[in-house]
């Protein structure tokens, strides 16, 4: 599959990137298409009503956004007719999610403001099919900037998937659970 290994981004698409993000993670019909049941877009509707909206955006435009985006959001389909959105969703896509198992660590990456909720229910997804988990704690600190001062949770997956959740793992290296209760985060 398609997936972005880059670390750059190109910066000059970056607009028209977010709102690749927002048609293909959580609402299609912006631009008036449709997503199969596992999230894949048809890249020749994604690209006219991208057009249509205002934005001017190729084959070879989003071929590059794809592919020099630093997330790896997104993925093609092996002959490049199709594309979606990694994870992320808020709308309800099966993305073939495979169950894996997890290292016995994760982290995530959230606002410091939110520690006492979190403290008192876990990690919800929050409008999203899955809360987002990363490998190592420099990746969840930067996730945990976006929402202000960062504060990075320490998560007992192994533990976690022992006692019975299931974990994914994204195309674009991002663990996936449903949720996770308090009693497996420690701050970091």
Partial sequence: MGRNNGNKSSGKYDKTSKFISLILRHNPGVIGIKLDKNGWADVQELIAGINKAGSKINMDIL???VRTDKKGRYSFNNDKTKIRANQGHS???????????PPEILYHGTAGRFLPGIREEGLKPMGRLYVHLSIDAKTAETVGKRHGKPAVLKVHSGEMY???NKFYLSENNVWLVKKVESKYLEEF
């Avoid at 709308?91 to 198992?101: Q, T, W």
């Fill in 63 to 65: 071929d590059e956004i």
């Fill in 91 to 101: 709308i309800s896509v099966d993305v073939e999610l495979e169950e894996k198992e």
């Fill in 162 to 164: 022992r006692h019975g």
